[in-house]
Each structure stands twice: as structure tokens, then as C-alpha cells.
């Protein structure tokens, strides 16, 4: 028996050297028979990278199939005589490849054994990357290592596709939108495009996951923003330039958490104009017309309600009486709720006889507040009388004072009528002068507007291509680029 197993054992082996040899003539003659191979050049910014799989000697007797991802994206599946083109932006990625559901000596395996390899990649660079089983015995699923691009590697495969870097671009969350662009270790850094789920873009250079001042910020509306950015959320701060969807200069100065921060400047067609937007990002009304008629209203109402007083002494007099009246009717009903309610009974009790089981404590207990309510009941009495004779006494002083309140009230109107009239006067007094003093008072405001744009364009001096001062560049000028440096 062992000498005819030994026997079947080395027919198999001749078979299966047969079937080598004739695999590798045909693949000798598919080689020879393919057009040389000639690789492609890399898009400005863009690399190349060529996947293939390497095929092992024992595949020829086994159906392995693999499923290539770029950061966990599926790219497509990959055999032994095809391969990917990748076109990736500059940065760090992760290849992986995934072992398909396969047939091996008639049997069928379950696959979904995984292999992963990092890689950096630079802009203008042409790779190779490999991955197959190195070692069948052990059946490990690896890549080779990476190296410099070699045609002769893919002669005789055939391009299964070429993925664009929009699909294979990394998944970068940056302020929770989406990056079109290089990265390293796993941040957004160098040019691309930022779309924000707020419908907002931003293009250009980014540093370690950070806006920088080479960038532009493109608000829904066509607004656009160039300068300085906060650090943690990524809003404009600092020194910058908002300009409209047509390139007018809505404002230039200072950003805090986003928005305009008081003093700056905006441009249209061609003029200056001072702008302020507070402390808190609300645009101040700054049109020297309106700001002269605001103030000078409320001077005037601050003028008038402080000309005559002559009704205050009696106002304060008839708020007396009017307390002094509440006051009283509070007392009476308060007396009359405090009244014993044992009072009209309390000398009743007196004639009492004692409990037999009352103790001696007990009695002299009650006896003690007996006495009490006794006391009571005959102070109140004194000083009260009947029911009848308490309420005359009350309505006797609410009469006086309503007499008394009848007095201020009078006094108090006809106070109020000369303070009318002194403030009639003053208000005729005032609108004749009113036309002239706005006049004066708005002519004071664009002087100091004036002031302030001088004082920003000396500051600006030399600077014209700050973002802040972009506003006051000469319009020979307002094409060339800017450098955002404050």
C-alpha cells in the first residue's frame, strides 16, 4: 500500500510540474506578445501610484481573487493579470486588500483575510506598490514593500481602471466639512478645496488641518474673505478683508468670532467709507445725517423732562394720602381678624367647673391662659367698642384724608399745567434751532469720520498689500495679489 501511495504522490507531482511549465510558456508568450509598457505623468500637485497583484507560484492551482481599498473605500477587485492606476494627492494613505471568497483543490473557502500598508506620497511621484501571498506555507496575505516605479512590473497586465483623486482623496474632516486635497498624518496640509456643510467653501493652503492667510474663505452669497482665522474654529479673527460677490470692499479691519469687529472701512466704486460694526458683530448706523437727527432728538427729549419740576412736591404729596387711605383700611381689617375668638365666651369659661381627672399643673395651665384671654377680651373692649362704633371711626379718617387727597390732587394739576406751559416754551424754543444745530452736529461727525479713514490710511502706509488695508490701495494696484501679513 505505501509503495502505491508513494507512487499516486509522484504522478501528482510530475502533473502538477506539467501544468507550471505550461502556465509559464503561455505567460512567456502573452509578455512578449504585449506592447512595452509606458507609464504616465503625474497631474500638477497629483502623484501616481501603480497597484498590482504579484502572483505566487502555487496560484496556478488555486482561483485567489482580491478586493483593493483605499482608506477604507472599495476601489474595485484585482487578479494576477491586471492592474490599478491611483492618482492621489500629496499625503498618507492606507492600501488594503481583502481576500475574496475562493475555490482551492475543488473546495470552497470563506476568504476575507486582510492586509494593510501606510504610505506617503509626494506631489510629482510615480510608485509601485505589490501585494500577494510571499509565503504560501504560512498562507499570509502581505504587500511588498513599496519602490521606485519599474515598467517591467506590469508588462503583460492590462489597466483594470484609472481612479481619479476625487475617489480616492482621504476622507479629511476638517471643521466638519469635507477635504479635497493633500494631508499629513491625517491632517489637511497643502492646496485644496474645503466645501463646509454650512454651504460655505475654502480654497487654498492649509497648514496641519488650519485656514491660513494664502486661502480664501467663500461665504453662499459670493461674499469672500482673505486674512487672519482663529485657531480652534476656524472663523474669521485678526486682521482681514471681506469683499462682495463683485469685488467691493464690504469691510476691512478687524474679525472676532467671524464677523466685522467695530472700526474698519469699505470701498464702493471707488469711495471710502468708515464703518462700525460694535463689539458684537451688528453693523452701527454711521450715515453722519441719521446719527446728527438721532442725537440731537434725544437731547432734546433729555432737555425738556428736565426744565420744570414744580409737580413733583405734589405728586410725592398725593401718593401719600393715597398710601395713608390703604393703609388704614389694612389696619382696621387686620384689628378685626386678630379679635379672640373666644371673647365673646371668655368669662364663661370662668364659671366653669374643674375637670375631676385635671391635674394640679393641668388646672393652673388653663387657668393661666384663662386669664390671658380675659385680659384680652377687656382691653380690646375698652379701646374698641361695638363693631358699629370701630367702622364709624374708620370711615371718619378716610374722610379726612380723601378731603386731604382732594387738596393735593388740585394742586398737583395745576402744577402739572405750569410745567406744561414752561415746556411748550422750551420745545417752540428749540425746534427753531434744531435745523442749525443738526447741521453743525452732522458736520462734526463726518470730520471725525474723515479723521478716523486718515488715520487708517497712515496707518496703512506702505502696507497696501495687508488685507486690512487692501481698501486703500490705488486702483492701479487693486489687481496684484495680497499677502494677508499684518
Same mark, same amino acid.
Given at each position: ?119 506617503? !506620497?509626494?506631489?510629482?511621484? !510615480? ?110 479673527? @485678526?486682521? @482681514? ?51 446728527? #437727527? ?35 383700611? #389694612?389696619?382696621?381689617?387686620?384689628? #378685626? ?124 502706509? @506702505? ?24
Amino acid at each position: 500500500m505505501d509503495t502505491y501511495l508513494h507512487v499516486l504522490r509522484k504522478a501528482a507531482f510530475i502533473l502538477l510540474s506539467t501544468l507550471l511549465l505550461s502556465s509559464c510558456l503561455t505567460s512567456a508568450v502573452n509578455i512578449s506578445s504585449t506592447p512595452p509598457f509606458a507609464a504616465q505623468t503625474p497631474a500638477p500637485g497629483k502623484a501616481l501610484l501603480y497597484v498590482f497583484y504579484a502572483k505566487y507560484w502555487q496560484e496556478n492551482i488555486r482561483e485567489y481573487e482580491l478586493q483593493l481599498l483605499v482608506d477604507d473605500e472599495i476601489i474595485g477587485t484585482i487578479g494576477t493579470s491586471d492592474y490599478y492606476l491611483l492618482e492621489l494627492w500629496p499625503g498618507d494613505y492606507d492600501i488594503a486588500v481583502e481576500l475574496l471568497p475562493y475555490t482551492a483543490l475543488g473546495k470552497h473557502r470563506q476568504g476575507g483575510e486582510m492586509a494593510t500598508k501606510g504610505i506617503s !506620497i509626494d506631489a510629482g511621484e !510615480i510608485n509601485l506598490l505589490g501585494m500577494g501571498y510571499v509565503d504560501a506555507s504560512s498562507n499570509p496575505l502581505n504587500f511588498y514593500t513599496a519602490w521606485p516605479f519599474k515598467a517591467g512590473a506590469l508588462e503583460g497586465r492590462t489597466l483594470t481602471r484609472q481612479v481619479p483623486h476625487t475617489e480616492t482623496a482621504q476622507a479629511i474632516k476638517t471643521y466638519g466639512g469635507q477635504w479635497q486635497g493633500p494631508a499629513r498624518e491625517l491632517l489637511a496640509h497643502g492646496e485644496g478645496t474645503l466645501r463646509l456643510p454650512n454651504g460655505m467653501t475654502y480654497q487654498g493652503r492649509m497648514e496641519r488641518g488650519d485656514y491660513t492667510t494664502d486661502g480664501v474663505l467663500i461665504y453662499p452669497d459670493g461674499k469672500r474673505y482673505k486674512g487672519e482665522y482663529s485657531s480652534y474654529f476656524g472663523k474669521p479673527e @485678526g486682521k @482681514g478683508l471681506l469683499t462682495d460677490a463683485d469685488g467691493n470692499v464690504v469691510f476691512a479691519g478687524t474679525f472676532y468670532d467671524g464677523k466685522p469687529y467695530e472700526k474698519g472701512v469699505s470701498s464702493r466704486n471707488g469711495q471710502l467709507h468708515y464703518e462700525d460694526y460694535g463689539r458684537y458683530g451688528t453693523k452701527q448706523e454711521t450715515d453722519p445725517a441719521t446719527l446728527a #437727527e438721532q442725537s440731537i432728538t434725544n437731547q432734546d427729549k433729555r432737555r425738556l423732562a428736565s426744565i420744570s419740576k414744580e409737580a413733583e412736591p405734589f405728586n410725592a404729596e398725593v401718593s401719600r394720602y393715597q398710601r395713608m387711605q390703604r393703609d388704614a383700611r #389694612e389696619e382696621f381689617e387686620e384689628k #378685626e381678624a386678630s379679635y379672640p375668638s373666644q371673647c365673646t365666651c371668655a368669662f364663661k369659661l370662668c364659671l366653669e367647673s374643674n375637670p375631676s381627672d385635671e391635674s394640679l399643673e393641668e388646672r393652673r395651665a388653663r387657668k393661666k391662659a384663662q386669664s390671658r384671654r380675659d385680659a384680652a377680651c377687656r382691653e380690646w373692649r375698652a379701646t374698641g367698642g361695638t363693631y358699629a362704633e370701630r367702622k364709624a371711626q374708620l370711615d371718619r379718617e378716610l374722610a379726612n384724608i380723601s378731603g386731604n387727597l382732594a387738596d393735593a390732587l388740585a394742586q398737583l394739576k395745576q402744577a402739572e399745567q405750569r410745567d406744561a406751559a414752561v415746556r411748550k416754551q422750551k420745545a417752540a424754543a428749540l425746534a427753531r434751532t434744531r435745523a442749525a444745530r443738526t447741521a453743525e452736529l452732522e458736520q462734526k461727525i463726518r470730520q471725525q469720520q474723515r479723521d478716523n479713514l486718515e488715520e487708517q490710511r497712515l496707518a496703512c502706509q @506702505g502696507k497696501e498689500t495687508y488685507c486690512s488695508c487692501y481698501a486703500f490701495r490705488p486702483p492701479s494696484q487693486t489687481s496684484g495679489s495680497l499677502t494677508c501679513t499684518q
